[in-house]
């Protein structure tokens, strides 16, 4: 091995050395850099040897094809080595066409329409090259994109302009729309008669628009009801058919053959019990094979961490029957994380977690963390069970110690908990959780401002969520909706029973390549059965800050007491983000901030630079107000990770 990697040094140096350069005379609408990027592969040859006129013809050759076909028709490239470590490529460009501004008339999104243009067009650099047999395709394009949003009997024409001084060649494209088409009942010939339910959800598709997305539910509709009985060779053939101003869909369809499962069994099981694994599939023996259910259950394996691949294998059993053998690889379950950071409201982050995603080969996931702030430090330990009772139900229990050293006061809180959660369908869940926890608090501010400091509570709580974001941790499309509703009694100096709300609701839209926008509303309240002032401070609302309005500090809006925030009990907050793209993964943002707290109102107006990461945006921004009262800041700055909102 130490030989061959001297040898693999010395031909890299060998290259480096004796290899052939290139230069270039005459090149003018090209970089000579980025000219020899864009074939650096087919000149590797000639490149790594000594430089020979029969290397150079080859060289010049290569390069005159590339110029002809991108963007300089008439090029000419004649070669000679001048020594041996370097060669001369002279360029007669001659001719240049590329193609130039495009104008769109008769529809709105110009940007979608002239990228869907462009595309044909070979790529030269920063401009396209102009090739006429790419008009035809780019147009059939932009009629696609017309199909797209339901208009199927629209028209695309081009005008071309002429050839400016800078080789660019513009273009004029007329859409007529013409009418927008709604979907006929559509119609099925096979040779097994469909259900009920398709039936009746096809008859539902007429009068729909006739866009791309409802043509392809319809076939997915068609597809999806055979699947579910059984039928999974199957042939579907869509004929379009357009009458007046309806889609006439018409499918053709061969069912193919019909299985049911014969047996299941489980191959590559170390660790893992296979009674969890079996109970699950054998659902599917003596059944008619359900395509769906199989794939829903492979996904949910592999979302828990504790495999790294997960394969489904069919075989026939006979001509009617199949068997089934899933095949699994065990991923590494124990492992240890470190956690660096720093944020405006918790300072610097030290964080370190122990994790089996497999404990005990029950596939419950075990996570125990500790982590230290500028706030003060926190200690969890929580146990998953991702199948409680063999169902659907993912069950958490953990126990929990922080301390937090806030400007207004200082808190330690340790306690237990369980949550129960389960989903219905692919957006909505739902978890149910119980809570008691002993917490002790001490502050500079009065004892009869911040409420009792020990006490114990006990809380009932109830989440929802609605969650079609395309990415949770970078939304660039979708809505969020969540709604947390919770019964609770503290017990202190005296008991105080509350009922707390909070909700929420996000929306995100790309408006195009390079920019997006985003809003949000959050809203709620606690409401004790006792004097706001009895309830015990670490139990109220706070505003300011990085994730609320964003001209304050970490929770400084609202009531104070000698400078000191006390809380509140009634909350409401409204973001808008406008943001757009500088370059890679960072962005610009404009935002606006509104809140609430009791009866106070505040307005912030701000920027900021994000850096898009696979875990989330890395925030810089800078908040200013719009409604500064006497004592308030005038702005903040802020750093934070994740979303806003």
């Known amino acids: 091995m130490p030989r061959l990697f001297v040898i693999f040094l010395f031909l890299l140096l060998a290259t480096q050395l004796f290899g052939a350069k290139i230069e270039f005379t005459g090149l003018k609408s090209y970089s000579s850099d980025r000219l020899l990027e864009a074939i650096a592969g087919r000149l590797d040859y000639i490149r790594n040897r000594e430089a020979t006129d029969s290397r150079a013809d080859d060289a010049a050759f290569l390069v005159e094809t590339y110029l002809q076909s991108h963007g300089l028709p008439d090029a000419m490239v004649l070669g000679k080595a001048i020594s041996k470590k370097k060669i001369q490529l002279n360029v007669t460009e001659g001719l240049s066409q590329f193609l130039g501004p495009i104008t769109v008339i008769g529809f709105k999104d110009i940007e979608q329409v002239t990228d869907q243009f462009k595309a044909p067009f070979p790529e030269s650099g920063e401009r396209r090259a102009f090739e006429a047999s790419a008009i035809d395709i780019g147009l059939n394009r932009i009629q696609e994109l017309l199909h797209v949003d339901g208009y199927w009997d629209g028209s695309v024409t081009s005008t071309r302009g002429k050839r400016n001084q800078n080789g660019e060649i513009p273009f004029v494209i007329r859409i007529k729309q013409g009418p ?302 969540r709604l947390d509703t919770s019964l609770g009694l503290s017990y202190g100096d005296e008991s105080v029973g509350f009922l707390e709300v909070e909700s929420q609701i996000s929306y995100y839209q790309t408006l195009g390549g390079n920019t997006a926008f985003a809003l949000g509303f959050r809203g709620g309240f606690i409401s004790p059965t006792v004097d706001n002032e009895s309830l015990p401070i670490d139990l109220r609302k706070f ?52 809140a609430g707290l009791d009866s106070e109102v505040e307005l912030a107006a701000g920027v900021g630079v994000r850096i898009n990461l696979p875990v989330g945006p890395i925030r810089f921004e800078y908040g200013r107000s719009l409604s500064q009262d006497s004592g308030e800041p005038s702005g903040a700055f802020h750093f934070a990770i994740g979303t806003t909102f």
Not at 562 to 588: C, F, Q, S, V
């Open 543 to 594: 505003q300011g800050g990085a994730n609320t309005i964003r001209s304050f500090p970490e929770l400084e809006m609202g009531p104070s007491f000698d400078g000191y925030a006390l809380g509140g009990t009634k909350w409401w907050l409204a973001n808008a983000e406008y943001m757009h793209t500088i370059a890679g993964p960072i962005r610009g943002i404009v935002f606006i901030d509104t």
């Open 180 to 481: 927008l088409f709604v979907l006929a009942r559509p119609t099925l010939k096979t040779s097994v008669v469909p259900d009920a339910n398709l039936l009746e959800s096809l008859e539902k598709i007429k009068g729909k628009t006739a866009t791309a997305e409802a043509i392809t539910a319809a076939r997915g509709r068609v597809t999806n009801s055979y699947v579910h009985r059984g039928y999974t060779d199957i042939d579907l053939e869509m004929i379009k058919k357009t009458s007046g101003n309806q889609l006439q869909l018409s499918f053709l369809l061969s069912p193919g053959k019909k299985y049911s499962v014969r047996a299941f069994k489980v191959d590559g099981l170390k660790k893992t019990k296979s009674n969890f694994i079996n109970y699950r599939f054998e659902k599917l023996v003596g059944k008619t094979y359900d395509e769906d259910y199989a794939n829903e259950e492979i996904k949910k394996l592999l979302a828990i961490g504790a495999f790294s691949a997960v394969k489904l294998q069919k075989e026939d059993a006979d001509k009617t029957a199949i068997d089934l053998t899933l095949h699994l690889k065990e991923s590494k379950a124990r492992g240890y994380s470190v956690a660096l950071g720093y944020g405006s409201i918790e300072g610097y982050v030290v964080g370190l977690r122990y994790y089996d995603r497999n404990l005990r080969g029950n596939l419950w996931n075990l996570s125990a963390g500790a982590e230290l702030t500028s706030l003060g430090g926190l200690g969890e330990v929580s146990l998953t069970d991702p199948f409680f009772l063999n169902r659907d139900l993912s069950l958490t229990t953990r126990a929990f110690l922080n301390s937090r050293d806030f400007d207004n006061y200082r808190k330690v809180q340790g306690g237990i908990g369980a949550d129960l959660s389960w989903k219905w369908g692919e957006n909505y869940s739902a978890t149910a959780g119980i809570d008691f926890s002993n917490t002790s608090t001490s502050s500079p501010i009065p004892d009869k401002f911040i409420g009792a400091t020990n006490y114990l509570v006990t809380r009932l709580g109830w989440r929802q969520l609605y969650d079609n974001r395309d990415d949770p941790a970078l939304p660039s499309d979708g809505w969020f909706a």
